[in-house]
C-alpha cells in the first residue's frame, strides 16, 4: 500500500507540474518569428525575444476564460495535494480520498476547458504556425489529471 501511495504521490506531483508549466510557458501557438501564450505574446526581432501584448483580434472573453481556467486547474490540483496528504492522517478508511479525488476531477475539468477552448477558437485560420509545446503539456495533463482522479475514486473504494 505504501508503494501505490508513492506512486500516486508522484502522479499527482507531474500533474501539477506539467499544469503550472501548460499555464506559464510562453509556447501555446509558436512560429519561426511569433511565439504565443495565455498571456501575452513574444516576437523574434533582430535575433532577441520582445514582448509584446496579444493580437486585438483575439477574442477577450474567450482569452480570459482560458487564462482563468489554467489557473484554476493549477490551483484544484495544488489543493488536491494538500487534501491528500491531510487525509492520510484525518479521515477513516472508508471516506478517505474522496476529496483528492474530486479537487483532481475539478482540475482536470478546468484544463479540459482551458484546451478545448483554445483548440476551438484560436487560430483556426492561421496557415503558418503550429501548436507548441504548453498546448501539448496542457493536453498530457487533462489525460494525467484525469487518470489520477480515477486512481482516488477506485482507490477510496477499495479501502471502504
Same mark, same amino acid.
Given at each position: ?18 499544469? %503550472? ?57 495544488? %489543493? ?74 477506485? %482507490? ?5
Amino acid at each position: 500500500m505504501l508503494v501505490l501511495l508513492a506512486a500516486i504521490f508522484v502522479l499527482h506531483l507531474t500533474c501539477i507540474a506539467l499544469l %503550472l508549466a501548460a499555464t506559464i510557458h510562453n509556447a501555446w501557438w509558436v512560429t519561426d518569428t511569433v511565439s504565443t501564450d495565455i498571456w501575452a505574446r513574444w516576437t523574434l526581432t533582430g535575433g532577441q525575444w520582445n514582448y509584446t501584448e496579444l493580437p486585438d483580434f483575439y477574442p477577450k472573453e474567450y482569452l480570459q476564460a482560458v487564462q482563468a481556467s489554467s489557473v484554476l486547474a493549477c490551483i484544484f490540483c495544488i %489543493l488536491g495535494l494538500f487534501v491528500f496528504v491531510a487525509q492520510l492522517y484525518t479521515l477513516p478508511k472508508g471516506r478517505r480520498f474522496l476529496f483528492s479525488g474530486v479537487f483532481q476531477l475539478l482540475a482536470w475539468l478546468c484544463i479540459m476547458i482551458a484546451a478545448s477552448i483554445y483548440t476551438d477558437i484560436f487560430h483556426k485560420d492561421e496557415r503558418f504556425g503550429s501548436y507548441g509545446a504548453s498546448f501539448i503539456l496542457a493536453w498530457i495533463s487533462v489525460c494525467l489529471t484525469f487518470i489520477s482522479c480515477v486512481t482516488y475514486f477506485v %482507490l477510496r473504494k477499495k479501502t471502504a
